[in-house]
């Protein structure tokens, strides 16, 4: 019987280094049967899938992430203003978003694993760049641009893995693989703050350079693609925004993202200028924000299954991190902001944490997922650059009060989960308990 099935499977898991027990060729049952595919939604090898995912979206998204520790080093070193030095880390962010629509459409394609080790290779080889660089520009191009090239290919290919393997349980699963988010915003910023002291600047990135490369031999042993790939189609999907629940989400996405990294890339500031804590406190508070949010997925992504349904869970817990920010303005004490970095940090990983499960549930064609989700983000690309530097920007000119930055960003965030919400409705309609 494994004979029949691995001949039966040999189209989609060919070449592929992962060999799983007896035990779990059961999940490699569920192959096109008349051109249907039937997710296992469950089982080793399915898991296996999430564990590939977290892996790698702990440099997808956790580097862009940790930047917070990057801009306190850049800022003093080269006694820049925040908005100028912000815009390394917004522009790596910018192209880990933009870069989707080519790196979802090669995933749909079956380009799995070639696009993966092409992404690893660039984020290792910018590391390694920006621990030689000793000018603003050398580490703009080298972190800026370099590794943000990487990470923009890293994103897509194991999130359409994912989607691929589930079911009922899709928003449980692609929440636990953002976990990888959370991790990593918190090892890549201990790795190089901790390091500094002991090692110097160039060998503290060179460490992180090595995590990363840790992450991606481990993750290329896992990833094994169940689909078949999608060779015809377009890059970009117009058709799709004449969808108004695709139109009104993206919209959303883009709102959200212009904001979601006010958090990490600002609050270690605030807590050194307005509250006066050292540079060691300060990122700590970077650390417990992040690490929060690595509760806070799993937990989104049980009751987005369960309990609310992904669209219902994204919308509240916007909302929620909207709210959160308006708070921010009541924080004037050490204690206070200890407290708020818990809460902020679960808000964010909530919020984050069933983006990529949301979508999911409007995108019918699981081959279509890449294009789909990549065509999404590449438009919050430009906000996500953005939204940084305007931040920084709105600082600089209050001459460092934050008052007036948290205003916008909670603002805009409102304005998200409202859209993501007008979403929600063109779905199921003016009807409070329906799960969706």
């Known amino acids: ?84 030095v912000s815009w390394i880390g917004s522009v790596q962010v910018f192209l880990d978003f933009a870069l989707c629509i080519f790196s979802g459409r090669l995933a749909d394609a079956g380009y799995i694993r070639s696009t993966i080790i092409a992404g690893s290779t660039l984020v290792i080889l910018g590391t390694l760049l920006t621990s030689f660089c000793t000018q603003y520009w050398q580490i703009f191009l080298a972190q800026g641009i370099v590794t943000g ?82 060779k015809s189609g377009p890059i970009f999907e117009w058709d799709a925004f004449r969808e108004l629940p695709y139109l009104l989400y993206t919209i959303g996405a883009f709102f959200f993202f212009w904001v979601l990294y006010f958090g990490s890339f600002y609050i270690n500031a605030f807590a050194r200028n307005i509250i006066h804590f050292s540079t060691t406190d300060s990122v700590q508070l970077l650390l417990i924000t992040n690490g929060m949010s690595v509760v806070a997925r799993p937990y989104c992504g049980y009751v987005a299954d369960r309990y609310l349904g992904p669209i219902n869970t994204y919308c509240l817990h916007m909302f929620i991190l909207g709210a959160m920010l308006f708070v921010w303005l009541g924080v004037h004490s050490r204690t206070g902001l200890y407290a708020f970095a818990v809460f902020l940090g679960f808000a ?11 979508l999911a549930s409007l995108t019918k064609d699981p081959r279509k997922m890449g294009t789909r989700f990549g065509m999404v983000c590449t438009l919050c690309a430009f906000s996500s650059l953005a939204g940084p530097p305007t931040a920084g920007a709105i600082i600089d000119a209050s001459h460092g009060d934050f008052k007036y930055a948290l205003i916008w960003a909670a603002t805009v965030i409102i304005l998200a989960s409202l859209m993501t919400a007008g979403a929600r409705v063109a779905v199921s309609g003016f009807r409070l308990r329906v799960k969706i």
């Open 1 to 84: 019987m494994g004979t029949d099935i691995e001949k039966s499977a040999s189209p989609s898991f060919a070449n592929q280094p992962f060999n799983p027990s007896t035990s779990s060729l059961e999940a490699e049952q569920a192959i096109l049967i008349e051109d249907e595919f039937v997710p296992p939604d469950g089982g080793l090898l399915a898991w296996s899938q999430v564990l590939a995912a977290c892996l790698l979206n702990m440099m997808a998204w956790g580097y862009p992430t940790a930047f917070g520790v990057y801009q306190l080093y850049y800022r003093d070193t080269f006694n820049l203003p925040e908005a100028h």
């Open 149 to 230: 090239f990487g990470l923009g290919l890293l994103f897509m290919p194991p999130l359409s893995v994912v989607n691929s393997y589930f079911k009922t349980k899709k928003s449980m699963a692609m929440a636990i693989a953002a976990t990888g988010t959370g991790f990593g915003s918190v090892i890549f910023p201990t790795t190089v703050q901790y390091l500094i002291p002991k090692v110097g600047f160039p060998w503290a990135v060179r460490c992180a350079a090595l995590v990363a490369l840790v992450l991606t031999v481990l993750s290329l042993l896992l990833i094994r693609p169940v689909l078949k790939p999608r």
């Open 348 to 358: 964010t990983g909530a919020a984050q944490g069933v983006f990529g499960g949301s």
